[in-house]
């Protein structure tokens, strides 16, 4: 089944109410939070504050991306604001293997991300222990630009090496989703699909929902 996690990072904060409650409608199956810390990407966005406040009004799935610096040192202040997935950068600092226990440990479920130049094959050791992979298929830091093809030979690459350990993991894939590039990556076997601008600049984005959850 594929499922859709919407990025509110383009989102006008003055009505997130509003926003919310049309993706939820819409019948996206959880929210996609981009946090940013200024070091890790040159961009600030939301946190701790905004993630509690819709934890509190709302029931669905949050799905955190950290894009901060040493995340370690946030993950507990993260599960406590509500995350019930956390994904964390590969390249940001901290010990991977520790970060992922402790994820687990705090309760949410434990995501790796890797940035465009980080190849597949570094998230392989982790598979065993990981609930999601994370690919971007643009440099984080900004909505709304160009998707980079290169991301479906990647996702194709984690989804072979996880069917071949036998383990049952969600891949999901952030930047640059649309009514055109969801098909490309479907096909390599990505199954959570993080679209931000393309849903919300949509005049249809109930039709462009259901249209991405098809399955290919
Ligand atoms: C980029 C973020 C993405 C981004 C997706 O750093 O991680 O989640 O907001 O937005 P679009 O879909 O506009 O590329
Ligand atoms: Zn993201």
């Known amino acids: 089944m594929i499922k859709i996690s919407p990025s509110i990072l383009t989102a006008d904060f003055t009505r997130l109410g509003d926003t919310l409650d049309m993706l939820i409608d819409a019948g996206v199956d959880m929210l996609h939070i981009d946090v940013m810390d200024g070091l890790f990407v ?3 966005s939301i946190g701790l504050p905004v993630l509690e406040s819709i934890n509190k009004r709302y029931d669905i799935a949050l799905d955190v991306h950290l894009m901060i610096d040493r995340p370690h040192r946030y993950i507990e202040n993260f599960v406590k604001a509500g995350a019930d997935i956390i994904s964390f950068h590969l390249e940001a600092g901290s010990d991977v293997a520790k970060t992922i226990d402790l994820i687990k440990s705090c309760g949410a479920k434990a995501s790796l991300a890797i940035k465009p130049a980080t190849p597949a094959k570094a998230v392989f050791e982790y598979i065993d222990m990981l609930d999601m992979v994370l690919v971007m298929s643009v440099e984080p830091g900004f909505g709304g630009q160009s998707y980079m093809p290169m991301a479906e030979g990647k996702i194709s690459e984690i989804r072979s090496e996880a069917e071949r350990r036998g383990a049952d993991i969600d891949i999901q894939v952030d930047g640059g989703i649309d009514k055109t590039t969801c098909e490309y990556v479907k096909t390599a076997g990505a199954n959570i699909l993080v ?22």
């Open 42 to 44: 040159p961009n600030i």
């Open 195 to 216: 679209a931000g601008s393309a849903i919300l600049k949509s005049d249809t984005p109930k039709l462009l929902i259901s249209h991405m959850k098809e399955n290919i």
